[in-house]
């Protein structure tokens, strides 16, 4: 068995020439060409054969190799280039070469050449002092070179056909022609055998080199015996005379179609790989794993890190990787020998945050030089997902709930949770190979059928039932079911609480109520129990008696509704004590001067107090309200009170009260005015500050008016103000004053009178006021009922109607069908006007409602126009819509809208002649939107303008006028309009047209409705 050398460049350009020679039977060791222990290892293995493998490698680099020609004097040295040219020929000068192989080869070839090359070898060693020999070998060397060079050595004459006086036998594989028919251009010319295109370019660059004596070389295509076209390569020089005359052109003309095919295919790969490189949605970098430094990135690479390209190829891998620098080496040394190509790092952005990044990383060749050709995903997200994935799962594992999925239709348990197993003491695979049925006692196989039937109706539910465990004992448990669908397969998630505890705690809880109730039914006073959100939860009887509501009637309700009292004096309504102890979560004590309201609308003076009901963490959970009967304690005061006053009566006879203040104090009080005041003595009001008989709404009044009387000595004129009594009653007074110099101080004196009888009349005169309103609402609710009557009739009129016009009660003559369209019509018509009447009776007696949505403005003019284009073109009136495009939506009553806008510009068209022009505009501000409708019409007369809003108001009442209508329609939109919180005006001129513009807010909202309230003994109050 023959040892070979295979000396190559850095990659095998020949597919399999190590495969192919180990078949035949020889050893092979590789070497890389620059390697400078070749000399060493070849003699150290004793090597039969060197070959030299020169596909890809430079002339420069053979050139520097100067053991070539030692190698070639130990072992025979076989050549495999591409191509064999002058350069070559001359860098390999010194190198005895005993055989040449030009790809592609067979291995017959390949292996005769080694067996010829050897045995040439061992006759030179044999020989070596035989120059004669050793001459002859050298020239059958350089004559079996030129037989096996692809190409054609040759000397030509420097004639324009390059006239042939000798080729080697390379000829016949080059050009289709054997030596003989290109020598002296026998049967034809080389000329001849380049393409016509480049025959005057080559003959004119040899010509200027040969004039440099230079060498030449070029590169072109020549056209062979079959007709097929080659690319070849050529080199040659001009042959001298010792006087410089040029007499011959010596050369060699190489075949590199398939090196020109080679090079059409890298750059089509290289175009593949750029733009694989640079569409790539995954960040990519080619490193240098010698540096680190990032040679090249594409551009999803500069969107991952921020920075740009030209950034990227400035820093190196190291800068970027959150490793140590040593571990970034040995990673992409892993990379380099392909150990690893998946990695994870973690890797710093421009912005300086750092993410996760997955790393495909392995070995390219790129320009001679091995490379690290990375592909980047960033996973941060994914990492995270996977991180919340794991989190769930330990939450759904670590719950203290069981956990179960279940399959249908058997219920058979598929997964279960942590809990799930120890709450019944079985192991994950024991439940796992159960159903429902085995650990829940309470379903049969058609209760569980039913119970599905259930659950994927509702898609979800809660449940009390009884679980099982392994042990046979059962516990209580709440179990919420949800139907679920994964990938087309039904399944139940089930979650189970055990509510062992909550059970106990029920069945305490119903035992301390019972017995707290008991306690309550024999308290004397009435007592009321509320919960957080002040609804009675529990009365007493004596509670039931006082307020008129039994318990089961009252247990829900707000204890406001129950529990209605009023002060005493003043009779307004004051807080119960339930909302402060739920606001300041403090025992309220006793108060009096109250007055229980019962549902009957009986008044009972009662005392009240309120305590919290606190839970075992001292939360409040409820109020306890206690109260009693006080008519008999008040009765003894009103006697008390009676005596007083006819005491002060007896003694005081000022007609009139009267004070003196100075600084703004009590100096002097009559007994009129204490009588007033509500004291006993002078002493009580003497030296306090005036301010606090004054109601706190007029203290700021009435201490300016102190300032302008006492410091800038100014009258004042007389007023009507509330005084407080003191017990802080309040009381209407007219006041009066005079600036006087008292004790040496400045001051007033002060007449005041009480004027609450004339404030008695003044509230009567507003009650009559509110008799005739209700006289008002009567007859707009007469109007209302009469309508809802008209339409019942109505609707039969027009339902007949339409079933004779559609032929469904037998054929009708077109005089029938006229008159019965006639009669549809005006019950329409008839219709319509009613229902205007019903809206306005709705709307005057508050039963109607707002239904507020979200809508686009723009859409519901264009709708409402739409409706009424038909209308205008009968009329030929031409319609123009201008809406400011930045109005998009308004919160308002949908329907209510498109009725104001259908209303007015049904109104427009109605009043414009024949030809004329509609103009509906909106426009918007930063709360309001304000539409109009103009038109050129007929106009209304200025006196007209004010009323055209009353219902049933025509501006031609007149039995012969020209329009027709109920004089309804402005009426309502007005209603409308203020039912939005809008607003409605009309600008109009007669013979000239009209323009009727309204405002709504964009987000109006749902208001309350404020109605006023007055009793006979009562001041006006406002209430919600």
Same mark, same amino acid.
Request: glycine fraction near 6%; aromatic fraction near 8%; proline fraction near 3%.
């Given at each position: 068995m023959k040892k070979i050398a295979l000396l190559q460049s850095f990659v095998d350009e020949i597919p399999n020439l190590f495969c192919r020679l180990e078949i035949h039977g020889y050893y092979v060791h590789t070497s890389f060409l620059l390697e400078e222990n070749i000399i060493d290892e070849i003699k150290r293995n004793q090597y039969d054969a060197f070959l030299l493998d020169l596909s890809g490698t430079p002339i420069e680099e053979l050139r520097k190799n100067h053991y070539l020609s030692e190698i070639s004097g130990h072992i025979p040295v076989i050549l495999i280039a591409p191509y064999v040219d002058y350069p070559l020929l001359e860098s390999l000068g010194n190198v005895h070469i005993s055989g040449c192989l030009i790809p592609p080869f067979s291995d017959e070839q390949l292996c005769s050449t080694i067996e010829l090359a050897c045995h040439n070898h061992n006759i030179l060693k044999t020989n070596a002092y035989d120059m004669k020999n050793t001459l002859f070998e050298k020239e059958r060397s350089y004559a079996m070179l030129l037989s096996n060079l692809p190409g054609m050595a040759y000397r030509c004459d420097n004639d324009q056909e390059w006239t042939m006086r000798f080729v080697s036998e390379g000829c016949y594989k080059l050009t289709g022609y054997d030596s003989e028919a290109l020598l002296h251009n026998r049967d034809i010319s080389y000329n001849r055998l380049i393409t016509p295109e480049n025959q005057a370019h080559i003959w004119k660059k040899y010509q200027e080199m040969l004039a440099r004596k230079e060498t030449f070389q070029d590169e072109y295509t020549i056209t062979t015996a079959i007709g097929e076209v080659k690319w070849v390569w050529e080199q040659g020089k001009g042959v001298y005379a010792d006087n410089g005359e040029l007499i011959a052109i010596e050369g060699f003309i190489a075949d590199i179609t398939e090196k020109k095919k080679v090079q059409e295919t890298l750059r089509e790969s290289e175009s593949r790989y750029r733009s694989l490189f640079e569409n790539n949605h995954s960040a990519m970098l080619v490193i240098d794993p010698e540096i680190g430094s990032i040679i090249d990135a594409n551009p999803a690479a500069v969107s991952l890190y921020g920075w740009t390209r030209e950034e990227l190829r400035s820093k190196t891998i190291k800068e970027i990787n959150a490793l140590s620098p040593f571990e970034v080496k040995e990673e992409m040394d892993r990379a380099v020998k392909g150990q690893r190509i998946r990695f994870f790092f973690k890797h710093s952005l421009a912005d300086g945050s750092v993410r996760d990044v997955e790393v495909f990383s392995s070995p390219i060749l790129m320009d001679r030089k091995m490379l690290l050709y990375s592909i980047i995903n960033d996973i941060t997200e994914l990492n995270r997902m996977e991180q919340e994935l794991l989190l769930n799962r330990f939450c759904i594992d670590h719950s203290v709930v069981g956990i179960f999925r279940i399959e249908e239709p058997d219920g058979r348990i598929v997964s279960v949770n942590d809990h799930a197993c120890q709450s019944l003491g079985y192991s994950r695979e024991e439940l796992c190979s159960m159903t429902v049925l085995d650990i829940d006692p309470t379903f049969t196989p058609e209760t569980w059928i039913e119970h599905r039937k259930n659950v994927r109706k509702l898609k979800s539910g809660t449940i009390e039932t009884i679980l099982c465990k392994k042990d046979g004992t059962e516990f209580p448990v709440e179990i919420t079911i949800n139907d679920m669908e994964h990938e087309g397969k039904v399944f139940y998630l089930s979650f189970a609480k055990d509510i062992t505890k909550r059970k106990v705690a029920e069945q305490a809880l119903k035992e301390s109520e019972e017995f707290f109730r008991i306690t309550l039914y024999s308290i004397a006073d009435g007592v009321i129990t509320t919960d957080i959100n002040g609804n009675l939860r529990q009365m007493n009887h004596v509670a039931e008696k006082l307020t008129g509501w039994n318990e089961a009637e009252a247990r829900g309700k707000k204890v406001e509704e129950i529990f209605n009292i009023f002060n005493e004096d003043t009779r307004q309504q004051v807080e119960i004590p339930v909302r402060r102890v739920l606001r300041e979560g403090r025992v309220m004590g006793q108060a009096n001067h109250k007055l229980l309201i019962s549902k009957d609308n009986r008044e009972i003076p009662i005392a009240d107090s309120g305590s919290p009901i606190v839970n075992e963490k001292g939360e409040i959970i409820g109020v306890v309200l206690v109260f009693r009967d006080q008519s008999e304690e008040r009765k003894a005061q009103r006697s008390l009170r009676e005596s007083e006053a006819r005491f002060r009566q007896l003694v005081e006879n000022a007609p009139e009260a009267i004070f003196v203040q100075a600084n703004g104090c009590f100096a002097y009080v009559n007994p009129a005015a204490l009588r007033l005041f509500g004291v006993d003595s002078a002493s009580q009001l003497i030296g306090k500050p005036v301010m606090e008989r004054f109601h706190p709404d007029f203290r700021d009044i009435v201490r300016e008016?102190?300032?302008?009387? #006492?410091?800038?000595?100014?009258?004042?004129?007389?007023?009507?103000? *509330?005084?407080? /009594?003191?017990?802080? !009653?309040?009381?209407?007074?007219?006041?009066?004053?005079?600036?006087?110099? %008292?004790?040496?101080?400045?001051?007033?004196?002060?007449?005041?009178?009480?004027? &609450?009888? /004339? @404030?008695?009349?003044?509230?009567?005169?507003?009650?009559?006021?509110?008799?005739?309103?209700? =006289?008002?609402? +009567?007859?707009?609710?007469?109007?209302?009922? &009469?309508?809802?009557?008209?339409?019942?009739?109505?609707?039969?009129?027009?339902?007949? +109607?339409?079933?004779?016009?559609?032929?469904?009660?037998?054929?009708? +003559?077109?005089?029938?069908?006229? %008159?019965?369209?006639?009669?549809?019509?005006?019950?329409?018509?008839?219709?319509?006007?009613?229902?205007? *009447?019903?809206?306005?009776?709705?709307?005057? %007696?508050?039963?109607?409602?707002?239904?507020?949505?979200?809508?686009?403005?723009?859409?519901?003019?264009?709708? !409402?126009?739409?409706?009424?284009? =038909?209308? =205008?073109?009968?009329? +030929?009136?031409?319609?123009?819509?201008?809406?400011?495009?930045?109005?998009?939506?308004?919160?308002?009553?949908?329907?209510?809208?498109?009725?104001?806008?259908?209303?007015?510009?049904? #109104?427009?068209?109605?009043?414009?002649?024949?030809?004329?022009?509609?103009?509906?505009? $909106? &426009?918007?501000?930063?709360?309001?939107?304000?539409?109009?409708?103009?038109?050129?019409?007929?106009?209304? $007369? @200025?006196?007209?303008?004010?009323?055209?809003?009353?219902?049933?108001?025509?501006?031609?009442?007149?039995?012969?006028?020209? %329009?027709?209508? !109920?004089?309804?329609?402005?009426?309502?939109?007005?209603?409308? *309009?203020?039912?939005?919180?809008?607003?409605?005006?009309?600008?109009?001129?007669?013979?000239?047209?009209? !323009?009727? &513009?309204?405002?709504?807010?964009?987000?109006?909202?749902?208001?309350?409705?404020?109605?006023?309230?007055?009793s006979e003994d009562q001041d006006l109050d406002f209430c919600s």
């Amino acid at each position: 068995m023959k040892k070979i050398a295979l000396l190559q460049s850095f990659v095998d350009e020949i597919p399999n020439l190590f495969c192919r020679l180990e078949i035949h039977g020889y050893y092979v060791h590789t070497s890389f060409l620059l390697e400078e222990n070749i000399i060493d290892e070849i003699k150290r293995n004793q090597y039969d054969a060197f070959l030299l493998d020169l596909s890809g490698t430079p002339i420069e680099e053979l050139r520097k190799n100067h053991y070539l020609s030692e190698i070639s004097g130990h072992i025979p040295v076989i050549l495999i280039a591409p191509y064999v040219d002058y350069p070559l020929l001359e860098s390999l000068g010194n190198v005895h070469i005993s055989g040449c192989l030009i790809p592609p080869f067979s291995d017959e070839q390949l292996c005769s050449t080694i067996e010829l090359a050897c045995h040439n070898h061992n006759i030179l060693k044999t020989n070596a002092y035989d120059m004669k020999n050793t001459l002859f070998e050298k020239e059958r060397s350089y004559a079996m070179l030129l037989s096996n060079l692809p190409g054609m050595a040759y000397r030509c004459d420097n004639d324009q056909e390059w006239t042939m006086r000798f080729v080697s036998e390379g000829c016949y594989k080059l050009t289709g022609y054997d030596s003989e028919a290109l020598l002296h251009n026998r049967d034809i010319s080389y000329n001849r055998l380049i393409t016509p295109e480049n025959q005057a370019h080559i003959w004119k660059k040899y010509q200027e080199m040969l004039a440099r004596k230079e060498t030449f070389q070029d590169e072109y295509t020549i056209t062979t015996a079959i007709g097929e076209v080659k690319w070849v390569w050529e080199q040659g020089k001009g042959v001298y005379a010792d006087n410089g005359e040029l007499i011959a052109i010596e050369g060699f003309i190489a075949d590199i179609t398939e090196k020109k095919k080679v090079q059409e295919t890298l750059r089509e790969s290289e175009s593949r790989y750029r733009s694989l490189f640079e569409n790539n949605h995954s960040a990519m970098l080619v490193i240098d794993p010698e540096i680190g430094s990032i040679i090249d990135a594409n551009p999803a690479a500069v969107s991952l890190y921020g920075w740009t390209r030209e950034e990227l190829r400035s820093k190196t891998i190291k800068e970027i990787n959150a490793l140590s620098p040593f571990e970034v080496k040995e990673e992409m040394d892993r990379a380099v020998k392909g150990q690893r190509i998946r990695f994870f790092f973690k890797h710093s952005l421009a912005d300086g945050s750092v993410r996760d990044v997955e790393v495909f990383s392995s070995p390219i060749l790129m320009d001679r030089k091995m490379l690290l050709y990375s592909i980047i995903n960033d996973i941060t997200e994914l990492n995270r997902m996977e991180q919340e994935l794991l989190l769930n799962r330990f939450c759904i594992d670590h719950s203290v709930v069981g956990i179960f999925r279940i399959e249908e239709p058997d219920g058979r348990i598929v997964s279960v949770n942590d809990h799930a197993c120890q709450s019944l003491g079985y192991s994950r695979e024991e439940l796992c190979s159960m159903t429902v049925l085995d650990i829940d006692p309470t379903f049969t196989p058609e209760t569980w059928i039913e119970h599905r039937k259930n659950v994927r109706k509702l898609k979800s539910g809660t449940i009390e039932t009884i679980l099982c465990k392994k042990d046979g004992t059962e516990f209580p448990v709440e179990i919420t079911i949800n139907d679920m669908e994964h990938e087309g397969k039904v399944f139940y998630l089930s979650f189970a609480k055990d509510i062992t505890k909550r059970k106990v705690a029920e069945q305490a809880l119903k035992e301390s109520e019972e017995f707290f109730r008991i306690t309550l039914y024999s308290i004397a006073d009435g007592v009321i129990t509320t919960d957080i959100n002040g609804n009675l939860r529990q009365m007493n009887h004596v509670a039931e008696k006082l307020t008129g509501w039994n318990e089961a009637e009252a247990r829900g309700k707000k204890v406001e509704e129950i529990f209605n009292i009023f002060n005493e004096d003043t009779r307004q309504q004051v807080e119960i004590p339930v909302r402060r102890v739920l606001r300041e979560g403090r025992v309220m004590g006793q108060a009096n001067h109250k007055l229980l309201i019962s549902k009957d609308n009986r008044e009972i003076p009662i005392a009240d107090s309120g305590s919290p009901i606190v839970n075992e963490k001292g939360e409040i959970i409820g109020v306890v309200l206690v109260f009693r009967d006080q008519s008999e304690e008040r009765k003894a005061q009103r006697s008390l009170r009676e005596s007083e006053a006819r005491f002060r009566q007896l003694v005081e006879n000022a007609p009139e009260a009267i004070f003196v203040q100075a600084n703004g104090c009590f100096a002097y009080v009559n007994p009129a005015a204490l009588r007033l005041f509500g004291v006993d003595s002078a002493s009580q009001l003497i030296g306090k500050p005036v301010m606090e008989r004054f109601h706190p709404d007029f203290r700021d009044i009435v201490r300016e008016r102190i300032h302008l009387i #006492n410091d800038m000595h100014e009258e004042v004129p007389n007023i009507e103000k *509330i005084y407080l /009594r003191l017990d802080g !009653t309040p009381f209407n007074v007219e006041i009066s004053r005079v600036p006087i110099i %008292y004790d040496g101080l400045n001051g007033s004196l002060v007449f005041f009178r009480d004027v &609450t009888e /004339r @404030k008695r009349v003044e509230r009567a005169l507003i009650r009559a006021k509110m008799v005739s309103d209700e =006289a008002n609402r +009567s007859k707009t609710e007469f109007l209302a009922n &009469t309508s809802h009557e008209l339409k019942t009739p109505l609707n039969s009129i027009i339902g007949f +109607s339409e079933l004779m016009l559609a032929g469904e009660l037998g054929k009708i +003559s077109k005089q029938q069908k006229k %008159y019965i369209g006639t009669i549809l019509e005006s019950g329409c018509m008839l219709l319509n006007i009613v229902n205007k *009447i019903l809206d306005i009776s709705s709307i005057d %007696y508050g039963r109607m409602d707002l239904s507020y949505t979200k809508f686009n403005l723009c859409d519901a003019i264009q709708d !409402t126009c739409a409706m009424m284009q =038909a209308a =205008a073109n009968r009329k +030929s009136i031409k319609h123009v819509v201008d809406i400011d495009p930045q109005i998009n939506g308004i919160n308002a009553d949908a329907i209510k809208f498109k009725e104001i806008v259908y209303n007015l510009v049904d #109104n427009s068209i109605k009043f414009t002649p024949y030809g004329g022009i509609v103009i509906i505009t $909106a &426009t918007q501000n930063e709360s309001h939107v304000k539409i109009s409708v103009t038109d050129n019409g007929i106009g209304i $007369a @200025k006196e007209n303008i004010e009323r055209i809003f009353d219902p049933f108001y025509q501006v031609d009442s007149s039995t012969t006028r020209r %329009y027709g209508g !109920t004089g309804l329609g402005l009426a309502l939109i007005k209603q409308f *309009i203020k039912m939005h919180g809008g607003n409605i005006w009309v600008e109009s001129e007669p013979g000239k047209g009209s !323009t009727f &513009t309204f405002t709504i807010p964009l987000d109006y909202g749902e208001q309350p409705i404020r109605m006023l309230q007055v009793s006979e003994d009562q001041d006006l109050d406002f209430c919600s």
